[in-house]
């Protein structure tokens, strides 16, 4: 079946996140912002993913004790924040390009090493 952006996403460790709005229709030059929210956990590393057409997930990148990391392909366009407190993390990038529709998703977990675990889905 095909996974909703308002779906949980959990890892290996855990971590159970939760994220907001579940789905949001925006204007070319309008600003989304995404939310996500571990409850349980205050894991230092929060990353987001974009799944498109029903492809694989790709890192859009990470953030990491507040200090964000971006993957080459989404620097120019996206943005990653991170609360103090480790719990809140937010996503925001202006609608420009169809390769931005998609389903994003945000996971939480330990340590530094982000491409250490694989994903799983649950």
Sequence with gaps: GSLSP???????????????????????????????????????????????????????????MSSPTMETDFKPDYNITQTKDKKNSSLEFSIGKAAQEGAYYCAAREGHSVRERQISQT
């Design 6 to 64: 308002s779906l949980c996403l959990c890892l290996s460790l855990g971590a159970l996140v939760t994220q907001s709005p579940g789905t949001v229709t925006a204007r070319e030059g309008e600003t989304v912002s995404l939310r996500c929210y571990q409850k349980d956990t205050d894991y230092q590393t929060m990353l987001w993913y974009l799944q498109r057409h029903q492809g694989g997930l790709t890192l859009i990148g990470y953030v990491l």
